[in-house]
């Protein structure tokens, strides 16, 4: 498994912009799926963005199509989330994932084998 370290969140206007990373180390990151989640209080925890290891896949929640872009760096053992023109409904935990392989069904989380701690997002209006 991988242990993965998130940063980056922070408070930021509505219409502004935030960029979060996660470094994982621990094992070979290059075959890891990565993702990241949001979990606001009082909420399930949802599924945001996630990318494939090896394909370079993305895939995205409406939610934040055409706002939000994963990307990752296998050179540095980190996968990124830019997360621009943000909306109040965007304030929660956001945690990195990662799993092996490709999940079947990139938004559920008992896909992923490994998480991060969580950095915090608030966007005020």
């Known amino acids: 498994q991988v242990q993965l370290v998130e940063s980056g969140g922070g408070l930021v206007q509505a219409g502004g912009s935030l960029r979060l990373s996660c470094v994982a180390s621990g094992s070979t990151f290059s075959t890891y799926s990565m993702a990241w989640f949001r979990q606001a209080p009082g909420k399930e925890r949802e599924f945001v963005a996630g990318?494939?290891?090896?394909?370079?896949?993305?895939d995205y929640a409406e939610s934040v199509k055409g706002r939000f872009t994963i990307s990752r760096d296998n050179a540095k053992n980190s996968v990124y989330l830019q997360m621009n023109n943000l909306k109040p409904d965007d304030t929660s935990v956001y945690y990195c994932a990662a799993r092996r392989g490709r999940p079947m069904n990139w938004s559920r989380g008992d896909e992923y084998e490994s998480w991060g701690q969580g950095t915090q997002v608030t966007v005020s209006s």
């Open positions: 990318i494939s290891w090896t394909t370079y896949y993305a």
